[in-house]
């Protein structure tokens, strides 16, 4: 079994930050890498940031390119995401997903439940 944690949501205003964390844990080796995505209601999930988890390459959505940074912890099974200059259209339900090695249940997509970001304006 493999595990997927977000934390780090809230309420924040218009302009202000978050910082987003996302754990996996249970039998597996590595973090193949990981990646962020938010849904809104009655929307599709959208990419958001990713991140490689041996060499820390990392691509971005361009609506968010220049204020999230995607990262490592110093958890290597954590990966954080930084939110900057937020606005209210960053507000969904952002999750984590992630692929893996050494695990005998499969390797790709293991999901967190999301945790919800909310930007007031």
């Known amino acids: 079994q493999v595990q997927v944690v977000e934390s780090g949501g809230g309420l924040v205003l218009a302009g202000g930050s978050l910082r987003l964390s996302c754990t996996a844990s249970?039998?597996?080796?590595?973090?193949?890498?990981l990646r962020w995505y938010r849904q809104v209601p009655g929307g599709e999930r959208e990419f958001v940031a990713a991140?490689?988890?041996?060499?820390?390459?990392?691509a971005y959505e361009d609506s968010v390119k220049g204020r999230f940074t995607i990262s490592k912890d110093t958890d290597q099974n954590t990966a954080v995401l930084t939110m900057i200059n937020m606005q209210p259209a960053d507000t969904a339900v952002y999750f984590c997903?992630?692929?893996?090695?050494?695990?005998?249940?499969?390797?790709?997509?293991?999901w967190g439940q999301g945790t919800q970001v909310t930007v007031s304006s």
């Open positions: 249970g039998r597996f080796s590595s973090i193949s890498n």
């Open positions: 991140i490689d988890g041996r060499y820390g390459q990392t």
């Open positions: 997903d992630t692929n893996v090695t050494g695990s005998r249940t499969g390797s790709n997509d293991y």
